[in-house]
């Protein structure tokens, strides 16, 4: 596509409930990365991919975050068993290379979560 | 370890005024700097980066921004502002396997107004 797509743009879920959060990258790019930006805070690593091998996940904060990228292209950050502590907005990024060279991130618009 | 602070949360300046947007990094091994922007309801872009060589590297719309090893910091600055700059900026490091793993300041929100 012309740019990243992530959905939904906006997800209200209840405590204890569990979301999944897609990311679509540009058609062709290597990696993919997840970040998470609480309000007032710069993004922050989650995860990243290359192709369908998930390289780094020092960033999930614990074991109730997951991420899988099956075929190497669309992606999933799945949240279990949602607390308040994880509503912020959930951004995906991918970039043309495998992460060894200096490739610029194109982000998408995020996901906005929200856990009441 | 890495860390990025930016000195301010927010900076108002009228148009066609100089602004300059702190960043300062700290870093254990070599660095490869970024400043990405935001505009209201669309995701992050790239402004300006900076990887070897020359240490003042410009974007296309006017910003610089100088990497001063000496003091870890790495300011963006624009002599003139425009309405349209009005958004969040953020500085980023990254370094070690992979350069995708940014780390991020906790971004400066410019206001430009008329």
């Known amino acids: 596509g012309a740019g990243v797509s992530q959905s939904p743009r906006y997800k209200v879920t209840k405590r204890g409930q569990d979301v999944a959060l897609r990311c679509d990258p540009i058609?062709?790019?290597?990696?993919l990365y997840w970040y998470r930006q609480a309000l007032g805070q710069g993004p922050e690593f989650l995860t990243y991919?290359?192709?369908?091998?998930?390289?780094?996940k020092s960033g999930l904060p614990n074991d109730r975050f997951s991420a899988e990228r099956p075929e190497g292209s669309i992606s999933t950050l799945t949240i279990q068993r949602t607390e308040q502590r994880d509503s912020a907005m959930y951004r995906c990024?991918?970039?043309?290379?495998?992460?060894?060279?200096?490739?610029?991130?194109?982000f998408g618009s995020g996901t906005q979560l929200s856990v009441l | 370890a890495q860390s990025v602070t930016q000195l301010d949360s927010q900076v108002p300046v009228f148009e066609e005024a100089p602004v300059e947007l702190r960043c300062n990094y700290s870093?254990?091994?070599?660095?490869?700097l970024f400043w990405y922007v935001q505009y209201p309801n669309q995701g992050l872009q790239l402004l300006l980066k900076?990887?070897?060589?020359?240490?003042l590297v410009k974007s296309i719309n006017g910003f610089e921004a100088e990497f001063n090893k000496s003091q870890t910091s790495f300011h963006l600055r624009k002599p003139s502002v425009h309405i349209s700059d009005t958004a969040e900026y953020f500085c980023?490091?990254?370094?070690?396997?992979?350069?995708?793993?940014?780390?991020f300041g906790q971004g400066t929100i410019l206001t430009v107004h008329p």
């Open positions: 990024a991918s970039s043309l290379s495998g992460g060894s060279s200096i490739e610029k991130l194109f």
């Open positions: 058609s062709g790019h290597v990696s």
């Open positions: 991919f290359n192709y369908e091998a998930q390289q780094d």
């Open positions: 870093s254990s091994v070599s660095v490869y």
């Open positions: 900076y990887l070897s060589g020359s240490t």
């Open positions: 980023a490091v990254s370094g070690g396997t992979s350069y995708g793993k940014l780390t």
